[in-house]
Antibody, heavy 117, light 112 residues
């Protein structure tokens, strides 16, 4: 069974930093590009970032470019999202998911990040 | 960036009746490898999203055959032949032909 379990979301002040983690199991993690997708309260889905299987290539949405980085540790089957210079508009549920190019895509339950003073 | 436009944004449907959602992309979703990376995702209230259909028309294992996807190039459609109560929620199209990946605004399906 494929499982993606996010963690690390919390209340953080504007300008602060946070690292999200996603523990993966049930598939060969290093074979898959992985993404973070977020959903602000009451809003739609927004793609945040993607990293390829070996961690060499990364892509970011314009709204987070230069502030967020994505990384992975294939020895630990874990995906990360490093967020800095956080803004109120970064408040959202952050989902870990397979890159959308695959035929079988799973989503985690999400972790809530709240940016507020 | 490729803009994904869904219509309608809201679809009240009677149980047992069909529903249809359109998704239009601002440019062709045909990848240089010949494949078209257009997926449909469903999100029930309070739940994470789940993939329904990938590459235009391929249902994920376990998805009922009342769901079907069609289309090509820039115009795509998700159809539900007979809506059931469990089908409520928001449906999103998403393109993965190029970066940035982009989602449609979402279409809310609700029971009349």
């Amino acid at each position: 069974e494929v499982l993606l379990v996010e963690s690390g979301g919390e209340l953080v002040q504007p300008g602060g930093s946070l690292r999200l983690s996603c523990a993966a199991s049930g598939f060969t993690f290093s074979n898959y590009g992985m993404s973070w997708v977020r959903q602000a309260p009451g809003k739609g889905l927004e793609w945040v970032a993607t990293i390829n299987g070996d961690g060499i290539n990364t892509h970011f949405g314009d709204s987070v470019q230069g502030r967020f980085t994505i990384s992975r540790d294939n020895s630990k089957n874990t995906l990360y999202l490093h967020m800095s210079s956080l803004r109120a508009e970064d408040t959202a549920i952050y989902y870990c998911t397979h890159d959308a190019q695959y035929d079988n895509i799973f989503w985690g339950q999400g972790t809530l990040v709240t940016v507020s003073a | 960036d490729i803009v994904m436009t869904q219509t309608p944004l809201s679809s009240p449907v009677t149980l047992g009746q069909p529903a249809s959602i359109s998704c239009r992309s601002s440019e062709s979703l045909v990848h240089s490898n010949g494949k078209t990376y257009l997926n449909w995702v469903h999100q029930r209230p309070g739940q994470p999203p789940r993939l329904l259909i990938y590459k235009i028309s391929n249902r994920v294992s376990g998805v009922p055959d009342r769901f079907s996807g069609t289309g090509a190039g820039t115009d795509f459609t998700l159809k539900i032949s007979r809506v059931e109560a469990e089908d409520v929620g928001v449906y999103y199209c998403v393109q993965a032909t190029q970066f940035p990946r982009t989602f449609g605004q979402g279409t809310t399906v609700e029971i009349k």
